[in-house]
């Protein structure tokens, strides 16, 4: 079945340094793969998205490649802020699975002023 | 357009009890799906409903049902609530089920 693998964290930062969390899937069909951002006591929030090999989805200065040949989709930040602070979750959803979401298990990033 | 909501956010059971929790999709989405988030399990899937009809289910028990309205609200129910069934339910709504929007979650404590 699907199943996504996330770079075990906690990972701590200091300010305005780059950021790069490790996410590979496995799946069946054409997933779409997404990035979501949890603060603490909310919700998921979806940060970026993409549905094809070579898309890139970006936002708020993230940036993530939807790989098909290395079945990956890293998420990336050049310049990271004490607000970035939060837990991030690679996922995937696929057409064949009525685009039931499949998580990785989370990635906490603490960042230092 | 408001984004999703869930209520209650905060609920405290005794082992034993059933509880219900409610979804209020974002307007025009008819697709609702139900997640639970535990430190130990993660996020983990639990239904989805397009159109009052439940579209997928999880690997919970049957203690763990859901339902759709024709307004797309959607809720959950747990029967005879066990300690492990303290969460975070997170409701998420799709327009055409590809992307998920999530709402803020029930913080559900069982003792």
Sequence with gaps: GDSVTQMEGPVTLSEEAFLTINCTYTATGYPSLFWYVQYPGEGLQLLLKATKADDKGSNKGFEATYRKETTSFHLEKGSVQVSDSAVYFCALSDRVNDYKLSFGAGTTVTVRA | ?111
């Design chain 2, 1 to 111: 357009k408001a984004g999703v909501t869930q209520t209650p956010r905060y609920l405290i059971k005794t082992r034993g009890q059933q509880v219900t929790l409610s979804c209020s999709p974002i307007s025009g989405h008819r697709s609702v799906s139900w997640y639970q988030q535990t430190p130990g399990q993660g996020l983990q899937f639990l239904f989805e409903y397009f159109s009052e009809t439940q579209r997928n289910k999880g690997n919970f028990p049957g203690r763990f049902s859901g339902r759709q309205f024709s307004n797309s609200r959607s809720e959950m129910n747990v029967s005879t609530l066990e300690l492990g069934d303290s969460a975070l339910y997170l409701c998420a709504s799709s327009a055409t089920g590809n992307e998920q929007y999530f709402g803020p979650g029930t913080r559900l404590t069982v003792t």
